[in-house]
C-alpha cells in the first residue's frame, strides 16, 4: 500500500478542517482533484469517494469537505458521483480501482448491489469504508461512519409525540426512505420504538398503512415486518415521490383521518413537498412534520412555520471523521471505532457522529451562531 506519512499534529488538524468547502468536481464519473490542487493522475490517487448523486445539496456539501479535508492534508482523492445507479456506483469503483486508490470511502445508493463492487475493490487489496449508508450482505467492507440513524428516528418520532395535538385518536401519517436503503430501516426502527406504545393505546391512528395497522400492537418489528411497512409508505428519497404518494393518501381519507395530524417525514426534500401537499388540503387544520438533514431550504421552510423539526447531522463532522478514518489506514494504524453494526455479514467496527434537533426556536443558535448557515441564507 502506498502510504502518505504524516506527523501526527497534520492528523489532528484534519479534524478541525470541518467548516470550510471549496467543490472541484461536479459530474458522474467525472475526474476529482489532487491534493493542492493539482489534477489527478491514474495511479496517484488514494482516497476514492463515490457518493450517491449531484443533484442534492447535500452530496455536493459532502465532496466539498472531502476535497478540502484531504487536499489540505497532501492526500489525493477523488470524488465521483453514481446517479442513483448501481451500474454507474460499479463502475465509478472499477474506475477508481484502475486509479490505483488505497481507501474506498462510498456512500451507496442500494445498500445491497453496492456489494459486487466493494468486493471487487476489496480483491484489489483497497480497504472499505462504508460512508452513512451501512452497505449489506457482504464481508468485503472494512469500516462504517455514520450517524446514529436508530437516534435520528427515535427524535423524529419523539418530536411528534412532544408536540402531537390534545386528545386522542390523532391521524398518523407515515413515510420512509428508500426500501434499497439500509439506513432507511433504522431510521424507522427507531421511530416506531418511541411512536408504538401511542399507536397502540389509541393515542395516534395510522392513516396510510393498513401494513402498520396490523403491528400497532407489536413493539418490535422483524426487517420482514418492516419493509412490508416501508413498501407501502417509501418516497424513495424522492421529492416528487412523496408528493405523488401524500396526494394519493389524502384523496383516499376522508375529513376524519385530517384536521390536526402528524406526519413522519423521513427527511426534508420529502418534507418539504408532503408538508405542501398537506397545507394544500382544505381538510386538513394543522400538521406537525419531521425532517432530517438540516437543508437549507427546510430551514427557511421551519424559520416560516411550513417544517416543523430537521434532524441535523453535521456532514462536516461526518467527512471529517471518514478522512481521519482513511488517514489512519494511509499511515498505518488502526482508525478509531466505537461500536459495530451487523450487515448480515460480519460485525463492522464504526465510528459515530451526534445528532442535533432543530426547530424554530433554536435554528439560529445551531446553525447560524456556529457558522453553519449565514443570516443571508435563512430569510
Not at 450517491?52 to 456539501?61: A, N
Not at 418539504?272 to 406537525?288: L, N
Not at 463532522?317 to 471518514?322: H, K, N
Not at 447560524?368 to 443571508?376: A, K, N, R, V
Request: charged share 25%; aromatic share 8%.
Amino acid at each position: 500500500m502506498k502510504k502518505k506519512l504524516l506527523s501526527l499534529l497534520l492528523c489532528g488538524a484534519m479534524l478541525t478542517a470541518t467548516m470550510f468547502g471549496c467543490g472541484k468536481t461536479d459530474g458522474s464519473n467525472d475526474a476529482g482533484t489532487a491534493g493542492g490542487g493539482e489534477t489527478a493522475k491514474s495511479g496517484d490517487v488514494q482516497v476514492g469517494i463515490v457518493l450517491p448523486t449531484k443533484d442534492e445539496p447535500r452530496w455536493l456539501q459532502d465532496q466539498k469537505q472531502f476535497d478540502k479535508i484531504l487536499g489540505d492534508q497532501g492526500f489525493t482523492s477523488k470524488v465521483l458521483f453514481s446517479q442513483g445507479k448501481s451500474e454507474t456506483e460499479k463502475s465509478n469503483v472499477e474506475a477508481l480501482i484502475e486509479d490505483g486508490v488505497d481507501v474506498l470511502i462510498i456512500c451507496a445508493q442500494d445498500a445491497a448491489a453496492a456489494g459486487a463492487a466493494v468486493q471487487e475493490a476489496k480483491d484489489a487489496g483497497i480497504t472499505v469504508i462504508c460512508y452513512d449508508r451501512l452497505i449489506t450482505g457482504t464481508d468485503a467492507v472494512d469500516y462504517y461512519v455514520t450517524f446514529d440513524s436508530v437516534a435520528v428516528g427515535k427524535a423524529q418520532g419523539q418530536y411528534l409525540i412532544d408536540n402531537k395535538p390534545e386528545g386522542s385518536g390523532i391521524p398518523l401519517y407515515l413515510y420512509a426512505g428508500a426500501a434499497t436503503d439500509n439506513n432507511a430501516f433504522l431510521f424507522f426502527e427507531g421511530a416506531w420504538e418511541v411512536l408504538q406504545p401511542y399507536v397502540a393505546d389509541g393515542t395516534f391512528v395510522i392513516a396510510n398503512s393498513d401494513e402498520a395497522n396490523k403491528l400497532a400492537d407489536k413493539a418490535e418489528l422483524t426487517k420482514d415486518e418492516q419493509a412490508k411497512i416501508i413498501g407501502q409508505v417509501t418516497t424513495d428519497w424522492d421529492f416528487n415521490v412523496a408528493k405523488s404518494k401524500a396526494e394519493a393518501h389524502l384523496t383516499a381519507n376522508d375529513a376524519s383521518l385530517k384536521g390536526d395530524v402528524v406526519i413522519l417525514a423521513p427527511n426534508d426534500g420529502t418534507a418539504r413537498s408532503i408538508a405542501d401537499t398537506f397545507a394544500a388540503d382544505a381538510d386538513v387544520k394543522s400538521y406537525v412534520i419531521t425532517g432530517q438533514d438540516a437543508e437549507v431550504a427546510s430551514v427557511n421552510y421551519i424559520a416560516n412555520g411550513k417544517q416543523s423539526m430537521t434532524v441535523f447531522k453535521n456532514t462536516s463532522t461526518l467527512a471529517a471523521d471518514s478522512c481521519a478514518m482513511a488517514a489512519a489506514i494511509l499511515n498505518n494504524t488502526t482508525p478509531e471505532t466505537v461500536t459495530t453494526y451487523n450487515n448480515g455479514k460480519k460485525d463492522v467496527p464504526a465510528k459515530q457522529t451526534d445528532i442535533t434537533v432543530v426547530t424554530q426556536d433554536n435554528y439560529k443558535e445551531v446553525l447560524i451562531d456556529s457558522g453553519y448557515y449565514t443570516e443571508d441564507e435563512i430569510k
